[in-house]
């Protein structure tokens, strides 16, 4: 099956089609609407988890569309996840990654900043994160990302550019609804700084390290 000026060339009628990649709602809707034209259902199953997640076959799938294609394939996205939720219809599985994604990218965006400010006032590093992730702020994802970059593991687990595209979709989404998502916005400008210092091939952690006294300036500047 081929996807190709707004239809999918190869793609039988009945057949149920699924995305499981990070794409925009607006996307989203077309290609559904396109699998229609084509006498298909479509899924969007865009999943949560890091590469180790899905080796052991633990990832979790978001999925949005009609309950019955949900119940049709249910039994396939539990050969590869630890579960699958229907979260209702076209584009639900798709807002809830992008909203998923927006509050870890917050998240990295901040660690990054107190990570800058802990430099520049010379705190002992490895004590004051050694606070962080041991405290009320030390959620999972923070000590996950914390460690890595202490570690200076270069392992790729999601890619910093891909944040900064998950948080534009986030974004612009949230525009079209009529909110401004300011903190997304800010983690946003972090990501985009971090791409722009060639950080962006590197894992989404390297944000840690990307925020300099000398950004921060140019961006009051702004």
Known sequence: MVWRERGFVGCERGAILIESSTVSVGYVRELAAAAAQN???????????????AESGQMLFLVGGSADAFAAVRPVLAA???????????????????INNFLCGVQAASLAEADALID??????????????????????????SARA????????????LMAKDLTYAVAEARNNGLPLETAAAALHVFKHAVD??????????????????????????
């Open 120 to 145: 520049a006032e010379g705190l002992d590093r490895e004590k004051a994160l050694d606070v962080l992730t041991n405290g009320a702020p030390g959620s999972p994802l923070v000590k996950t990302i």
């Open 150 to 161: 202490s570690a200076g593991d270069s392992t790729v687990n999601f890619q910093l550019r």
């Open 80 to 98: 590869m996840s630890r579960d699958a939720i229907h979260l209702g219809p076209t584009g639900s599985g798709s807002l809830l990654k992008l």
């Open 197 to 222: 210092t060639g950080r962006g091939e590197r894992d989404f952690s390297a944000v840690i390290g990307s925020v300099s006294l000398a950004s921060g300036e140019a961006a009051t500047k702004r």
């Open 39 to 53: 006498g298909c259902e479509f899924l969007d199953a865009p999943v949560t988890g890091t590469k180790s997640h």
